[in-house]
Nanobody
């Protein structure tokens, strides 16, 4: 069982920055694939970024095309925490952001349905 607790959302002007955090339980955190997803009103939950264990101490990351170059996913295994640094925020980034852990397969890491463990969500609102 994995428990996830997000923090760091809020209201920010367009062009601003926020950093989201997701604290996880679990003794094998360093091997978990961790993902960030978001859901805007009236829209389906969508993949934003993932960070996946590649063996040893290496990880690889993936991003939604529209956030590449603006968002950075990272992790601190000593703190069992994954982060999403969001820069140059746009109005269309407004959504509830969710942290997810340990998809059923790495190949399915982009699909929200492949994750059993979710945080409660944190609201990010970008204003003009």
């Amino acid at each position: 069982q994995v428990q996830l607790v997000e923090s760091g959302g809020g209201l920010v002007e367009a062009g601003g920055s926020l950093r989201l955090s997701c604290a996880a339980s679990g003794r094998t955190f360093r091997t978990y694939c961790m993902g960030w997803f978001r859901q805007a009103p009236g829209r389906e939950r969508e993949f934003v970024a993932t960070i996946s264990w590649n063996g040893g101490y290496t990880y690889y990351v993936d991003y939604l095309d529209s956030v590449k170059g603006r968002f950075t996913i990272s992790r601190d295994n000593a703190k069992n925490t994954v982060y999403l640094q969001m820069n140059s925020l746009k109005l269309e980034d407004t959504a509830v952001y969710y942290c997810a852990a340990d998809p059923t397969s790495i190949a399915d890491r982009y699909a929200s349905g492949s994750y059993d463990y979710w945080g409660q969500g944190t609201q990010v609102t970008v204003s003009s």
